[in-house]
């Protein structure tokens, strides 16, 4: 069955870094462009970042440009988000989504900035 694991949450000092990692199984990874989003507690979900099957194009909410990065390896079946320079305002729970008319999330992982 289709399987997206996320790993790499924790708690980070503001202006740290952190890198999540999502494992794909289960469904063609190559044909699916990916996503991450994020939601923090009494907000609705949002998107963060998007990436292409063939990596040529990446979006990003105007909150992260600059900040984070998303990348995949499609020989792994593989995404990632690389964050930088952390916020307070980025603590949320991480979400990793494949796209298409067929779609499917991940369970989430905990991404905490804090002093």
């Known amino acids: 069955q289709v399987q997206l694991v996320e790993s790499g949450g924790g708690l980070v000092q503001p202006g740290g870094s952190l890198r999540l990692s999502c494992a794909a199984s289960?469904?063609?990874?190559?044909?699916?462009?990916m996503s991450w989003y994020r939601q923090a507690p009494g907000k609705e979900r949002e998107l963060v970042a998007r990436i292409t099957r063939s990596s040529d194009k990446t979006n990003y909410v105007d909150s992260v440009k600059g900040r984070f990065t998303i990348s995949r390896g499609n020989a792994k079946n593989m995404v990632y988000l690389q964050m930088n320079s952390l916020k307070v305002e980025d603590t949320a729970v991480y979400y990793c989504k494949a796209d298409g008319p067929r779609y499917w999330w991940g369970q989430g992982t905990q991404v905490t900035v804090s002093s």
């Open positions: 289960g469904f063609t990874f190559r044909l699916n462009a």
